[in-house]
């Protein structure tokens, strides 16, 4: 069993910027990937950002050139940096982690972009 923690979150202007952080019980590094996903009210949940164990990224359309996902192997720790907002970004972010065939989510943390 794999606990993963998110941090960050709060809210902030329109343009603004946050940097989520994604703390992990177990080896990032051994992961087969690691992602950001993120669900506004009465939407789906969607994945935001992705990455591969050997360092490959994937992202959203509508964040492409504004987020940035990263790891901190030492740390097992994985970051969202999150930069000019707008307030369709408003949501609960929550990152998984891929260990083999299982699965493991945090609980989330709270986006609001607002003026």
């Known amino acids: 069993q794999v606990q993963l923690v998110e941090s960050g979150g709060g809210l902030v202007q329109p343009g603004g910027s946050l940097r989520l952080s994604c703390a992990a019980s177990?080896?990032?590094?051994?992961?087969?990937?690691m992602g950001w996903y993120r669900q506004a009210p009465g939407k789906q949940r969607e994945l935001v950002a992705r990455i591969t164990r050997i360092g490959v990224t994937w992202y959203v359309d509508s964040v492409k050139g504004r987020f940035t996902i990263s790891r901190v192997n030492a740390k097992n720790t994985v970051y969202l940096q999150m930069n000019s907002l707008k307030p369709e970004d408003t949501g609960v972010y929550s990152c998984k982690g891929t260990w083999s065939i299982y699965d493991y989510w945090g609980p989330g943390t709270q986006v609001t972009v607002s003026s």
């Open positions: 177990a080896s990032i590094s051994s992961s087969d990937a």
